[in-house]
């Protein structure tokens, strides 16, 4: 069983610029989550994608954009890029339940740095 | 507004003793309580969970407890290994596929 898998694991852009990070969820789960980690924060919901439409998103601006494929993989599209988008980029999956903790599998991260 | 509170960025105990994590929320809508441990360089790994409906749930050296009344809940570590040091993050939800809510996390240092 291969855990969630992200990529790229490091990567430098500028101001203004657009960022794609991938993400590959655990095998069986068919839900992905996106979080932001800032320095000395904890990870903050971006969005969450289940049979490839977004049902449900935090407090992030329209530039900030995803997409879940029909395999469950996932994509995070970051348009005009800001100096505070800098953070650790985590993806993570979980099958789809009506009860329960329903725990989530995170990816090692993406970490961006905006120059 | 955090709704999801570690107020002790740090704790150092000694090996064999018990580490005692606290954390604090606000919403009453929260369902479920996870807390996950993480290593530099690696993501977030799932660590105990507690349901509201609960005061305690126990896995081996860990144990959650949780007080609704005061919206308050503990991770009890007994006893401390040095492999348990990491960041520690308290993280809460209202449903099963809900989005989670994290706290700012505590490090948790063991000597040995």
């Known amino acids: 069983e291969t855990g969630v898998t992200q990529s790229p694991t490091h990567l430098i852009k500028t101001r203004g610029q657009q960022v794609t990070l991938r993400c590959s969820s655990q095998?069986?789960?068919?839900?992905v989550s996106w979080y932001q980690q800032a320095l000395g924060q904890g990870p903050q919901f971006i969005f969450q994608?289940?049979?490839?439409?977004?049902?449900g998103r935090g407090n992030f601006p329209p530039r900030f954009s995803g997409l879940q494929f029909p395999n469950y993989s996932s994509e995070l599209n970051v348009n005009a890029l800001e100096l505070d988008d800098s953070a650790l980029y985590l993806c993570a999956s979980s099958p789809l339940i009506h009860s329960g903790a329903n725990v989530l599998t995170f990816g090692a991260g993406s970490r961006l740095t905006v120059l | 507004d955090q709704q999801v509170k570690q107020n002790s960025p740090s704790l150092s105990v000694q090996e064999g003793r018990i580490s005692i994590l606290n954390c604090d929320y606000t919403?009453?809508?929260?369902?479920?309580f996870l807390w996950y441990k993480k290593y530099p360089a690696e993501g977030p790994t799932f660590l105990i969970s507690i349901s509201s409906i609960k005061d305690k749930n126990e896995d081996g050296r860990f144990t959650v407890f949780l007080n609704k009344s005061a919206k308050h809940l503990s991770l009890h570590i007994v006893p401390s290994q040095p492999g348990d040091s990491a960041v520690y993050f308290c993280a809460a939800k209202p449903g099963a596929n809900s989005k989670l809510t994290f706290g700012k996390g505590i490090t948790l240092s063991v000597r040995p």
């Open positions: 994608y289940y049979r490839e439409e977004e049902n």
């Open positions: 919403n009453s809508m929260f369902d479920y």
């Open positions: 095998s069986g789960h068919n839900t």
